[in-house]
């Protein structure tokens, strides 16, 4: 398996100069769940963050390291953060639709982009919402404003619109954190699908949700990477005693 | 000795409730009264001569039509000037900005344009565009007096309109690739424009109504033709009312009543529109 | 496609960003004009004599002590119609009246502040003076109480809105509160809510004052334009003219570069230098009371 993403002894600020996040070293897999679990505070969705460049719009910066997508570090001011953009797509935790039709939410990347064919974005729009598994909800209704769905058919449209873009790496942010059960259980589906061509990383939000997605897991706790393995590895013999008396439930 | 207090109580309630209601009627029924006066004293004079004829004898007959159309030429003209500038500042301001020493230093500025006597503004416009700029009295420099005079109040609604734009959305733009002003122009700008536009026909409705601004910069009292380029001086309503009501002798009553009835109308009806485009936008609003 | 993209960002940036700092430049442009044509007065007329009491141009008496006095005597006027009237109104708005009372009341507030104040003025002229004259026995109505009475009217409308949106604004658990402790509506709206609400109420006064001192056409039309020293308490039924008055009044008549044409700007620049106080008092009396409410809850 390659790695997709290396992050080498990367830190992370906020701008009042406290840590969020120190001297951590990760590899990614492609085409395989990573996860980042471990308690509030851990600066997991920070490092997310980093993955597509968000950060600069927050006040978080990384004080030093590389992050390396297929070898290029991405962290360098001359990189082409559209682009990255493009190649690294993210899920929030809230569903956050867009102001627009279901279709227009679909096409909403690719227009940024500049496409204007027409069978360009129809192809997108049907190939991005059957891999969220949402095309035979809503094929009907396309021209609908996305803000009539519910709760788990707007995060899984979120996802849908990040797949329109073809990315190669896909972030989520407790992506099924206000959803029920079974919303949540279909968007894991879908990952499990997904992680067949994608690289997929996950910040879980709960242990269990970890331990039934994770490929790869990697465990933070405040600011510091404790321990990273195999999923079935770290959920049943973590080396650490941390992890361990993390994933037990012993505190978080 | 409990009993005692506790009517005391009541009591100051009681007188306290009447006190402030009677200070609302007090305030409220002159409104009405302003109104109803000037719509039953005006209303025979409005007629469809007196609203597109050319005014005859001075002033003392006929219709009002130069004023009307030199009061939309000027808010028209204001329009022009102050809407795009405004709204790029406001766009500067909510979205471009850092709260710093300069930021704040533009908004002590508007706050204080805001707060300029408009008779300053007409001493400014005087100045600048009419003697240094050499425009003359002239629907021009009335326009970019009037302008600036209401670019503040465009500039605050504009930009309390940019950022009721929840936040979210331009995250979710920037991170499917989307560059700033893209996503300005893609999702902010389209769902902030109903309330800036209620924030500009607001700031034109004030500009179509006032007077001193264009006291020396722009308007005429008596001019034989409708304005034929922007570098003419035009009639415009408030000044027209202005000086039918204080400086002709012998002016019937009724074109005074009239003329102030059209003006309200004039005013009025813009803040209808701004305020139906306001609901409507509330009903419309996916988020 | 994304060099040109880039291009379009960096042009659309630096367009915005000027146009933001517009509000600065023409802020200073309107003092530069101002300070051009209004400090040559200054040498054409000695300091000493600018402040005495005689305002007649035409033999050179450029006395401005008069405008001041009237302008103050119609501002005070004005400001003690405003303030009571203004605030309780806000008050029963927003804490007595029915909601449907409101819905309906509060929007016709405030198109009397969109009302063009020289549509005030004529009613004043028509309407109020005659009014005066004929209940006060005062040999015309034109007085600086006309005047006052109409700003006060002009003022009602700003200062009612703001407040009444900032009496809104305190939330309803504070008035629970008090409630629930046994105060009755009287004493939670006096002891709780309005002081709750006072920054917001204050920017209301504040934004009020701004408007009455700024006035130009309705004082015009009902004060009387005498230039008449107004310091005795009687002065409020006699005419007065006000800075604005005059500059509106006289500017059409002077000659481009006289010495009258540059008092005007004189006296225009002052009224610039008196908003400005008021305007920077204004944002710092809110600024500090905000900071005052952030240390008592925190």
């Not at chain 1, 993210?90 to 679909?106: C, E």
């Not at chain 2, 007629?47 to 219709?63: C, I, K, N, Q, V």
């Not at chain 3, 005689?54 to 400001?79: C, D, K, Q």
Request: aromatic residues 8%; charged residues 15%.
């Amino acid at each position: 398996m390659v790695d997709k993403i290396v992050i080498q002894n990367l830190s992370l600020q906020y701008a009042d100069g406290t840590e969020s996040l120190r001297d951590i070293s990760l590899s990614i897999p492609s085409n395989a769940i990573t996860v980042l679990f471990g308690p509030a505070g851990g600066g997991k969705s920070s490092l997310l963050r980093c993955l597509n460049r968000l950060n600069d719009l927050t006040e978080v910066r990384a004080a030093s390291g590389k992050i390396l997508l297929d070898g290029e570090n991405i962290l360098d001011p001359k990189t082409d953060v559209i682009a990255l953009r493009r190649r690294v797509g993210m899920v929030f935790a809230r569903p956050v639709v867009l102001p627009m039709s279901i279709r227009g939410n679909m096409v909403y990347g690719l227009e940024l982009a500049g496409e204007k064919r027409r069978f360009k974005l129809d192809e997108a729009v049907e190939r991005g919402l059957k891999l969220a598994a949402l095309w035979d909800e809503v094929q009907d209704r396309l021209d609908d404003p996305a803000i009539t769905l519910s709760g788990g058919q707007q995060q899984r449209l979120c996802l849908a619109r990040v797949l329109a873009n073809q990315p190669e790496v896909i972030l989520l942010d407790e992506p099924t954190s206000g959803l029920d059960p079974i919303s949540t259980g279909k968007v894991e589906t879908a990952l499990q699908e997904l992680k067949k061509n994608y690289t997929i990383i996950l910040v879980p939000h709960s242990v269990q949700q970890a331990a039934r997605t994770a490929d790869f897991a990697a465990f933070f706790l405040q600011g510091e990477l404790v321990e990273a393995a195999e999923g079935k590895e770290i959920f049943t013999h973590p080396k650490q005693k941390r992890t361990e008396d993390y994933v037990e439930g012993r505190f978080g | 000795m409990k009993r005692r207090f506790s009517i005391d109580r009541f009591l100051a309630q009681r007188l306290g409730v009447s006190l402030i209601t009677l200070v609302a009627l007090l305030t409220v029924i002159p409104i009405i009264g302003v109104f109803g006066y000037i719509i039953a004293k005006g209303a025979p004079a409005i007629s469809w001569e007196f609203l597109t004829a050319m005014p005859r004898d001075g002033m003392r007959a006929g219709g009002i039509l130069p004023a009307i159309v030199g009061t939309f030429y000027l808010t028209l003209g204001t329009a022009v000037f102050s809407v795009p500038l405004g709204i790029a500042a406001a766009i500067y301001l909510a979205e471009y900005a850092q709260e710093n020493w300069l930021t704040r230093l533009i908004r002590i500025a508007i706050i204080n344009l805001a707060g300029i006597p408009s008779v300053v503004y007409g001493l400014f416009g005087l100045g600048l565009f009419v003697l240094f700029l050499k425009f003359g009295t002239s629907i021009l420099a009335a326009s970019l007096t009037l302008s600036i005079m209401t670019l503040p109040v465009i500039i605050s609604a504009a930009e309390e309109a940019l950022r009721a734009v929840p936040q979210s959305f331009r995250t979710v733009s920037i991170s499917l690739g989307g560059t700033r002003w893209q996503t300005i122009r893609k999702i902010v700008l389209p769902q902030a424009l109903p309330g800036i536009m209620t924030g500009v026909i607001l700031g034109l409705e004030r500009a179509a109504g006032e007077t001193a601004p264009i006291l020396f910069t722009g308007a005429a009292f008596f001019l034989p033709r409708l304005p034929g380029s922007p570098l003419d001086a035009t009639m415009a309503l408030p000044y027209h009312l202005f000086v039918i009501s204080t400086q002709v002798p012998d002016m019937p009553i009724q074109i005074q009543y009239g003329t102030a009835l059209v003006l309200i109308i004039f005013v009025l009806g813009m803040n209808l529109i701004a305020t139906v485009i306001r609901s409507r936008a509330r009903a419309k609003r996916q988020w | 496609m994304d060099k040109s993209l880039n291009w379009r960002e960096t042009i659309i940036t630096a367009v915005v960003k000027t146009c933001g700092y517009s509000a600065i430049v023409f802020v200073i442009l309107i003092f530069f004009f101002l300070l051009r044509e209004g400090v040559p007065a200054l040498a054409e007329v000695k300091l000493g004599d600018l402040l005495t009491a005689r305002w007649y141009p035409i033999e050179n008496h450029f006395g401005i002590l008069p405008l001041l006095t009237g302008s103050l005597i119609v501002t005070v006027g004005a400001m003690l119609i405003a303030i009571p009237f203004g605030i309780g109104t806000a008050v029963f708005l927003s804490e007595i009246a029915p909601r449907w009372m409101r819905e309906i009341l509060k929007p016709l507030v405030e198109i009397l502040g969109g009302l063009p104040s020289v549509v005030l003025g004529f009613l004043g002229i028509l309407v109020l003076s005659p009014f005066l004259r004929v209940f006060l026995d005062l040999p015309t109505g034109l007085t600086a109480l006309a005047g006052a009475l109409l700003l006060g009217g002009i003022a009602v409308p700003t200062t009612v809105s703001i407040a009444e949106d900032a009496l809104d604004a305190v939330p309803l658990s504070y008035r629970e509160g008090a409630l629930a402790l046994g105060a009755t509506k009287w004493q939670t709206i006096w002891r709780v809510t309005l002081p709750a609400a006072r920054s917001g109420v204050l920017t209301a006064l504040m934004l009020g004052i701004g408007r009455t001192i700024g006035e130009t056409m309705a004082v015009m039309m009902v004060t009387g334009n005498a230039p008449v020293l107004a310091v005795r308490l009687t002065s409020i039924f006699s005419p007065v003219r006000t800075l604005t008055a005059t500059i509106a009044a006289e500017m059409g008549e002077v000659a481009n570069g006289s010495t009258h044409y540059h008092v005007l700007f004189f006296i225009g620049l002052v009224l610039f230098l008196i908003s400005l106080a008021v305007n920077i008092t204004a944002s710092s009396v809110v600024f500090k009371s905000k900071k005052r409410a952030e240390r008592v809850l925190s």
